[in-house]
């Protein structure tokens, strides 16, 4: 299983970036999708996750400024950034999980850098 994550970037303040991550070697329609960030010198904080019923997890951070959405039959997740803000600069990681009794199943993308000019 590999999941590729794309869209960061260099934006400035007020700016907008599209993050999108595919999936490939399975198939994840049962998966929750989502996504989180790691700032420099700061723990990964959970930004987003949609359930494969497309009920919808934010960060307080982010709400009203983010959307996700996903298309489970391309195995793909997207995250809409609109209104940025330096404070959101980070290290975009994407993943998809199920939980699988006692465990959880989990993926994890490479990582994609989003920075944030003030």
């Known amino acids: 299983v590999q999941l590729q994550a794309s869209g960061g970037g260099l934006v400035q303040a007020g700016g907008s970036l599209r993050l999108s991550c595919a999936a490939s070697?399975?198939?994840?329609?049962?998966?929750?999708m989502g996504w989180y960030r790691q700032a420099p010198g700061k723990q990964r904080e959970l930004v987003a996750l949609i359930s494969s019923g497309g009920g919808i997890n934010f960060a307080e951070s982010v709400k009203g400024r983010f959307t996700i959405s996903r298309d489970s039959a391309k195995n793909t997740v997207h995250l809409q950034m609109n209104s940025l803000k330096p404070e959101d600069t980070a290290v975009y990681y994407c993943?998809?999980?199920?939980?699988?009794?006692?465990?959880?199943?989990?993926?994890w993308g490479q990582g994609t850098l989003v920075t944030v000019s003030s």
């Open positions: 070697g399975s198939t994840f329609s049962n998966y929750v």
């Open positions: 993943t998809f999980r199920r939980t699988v009794v006692p465990g959880l199943i989990e993926y």
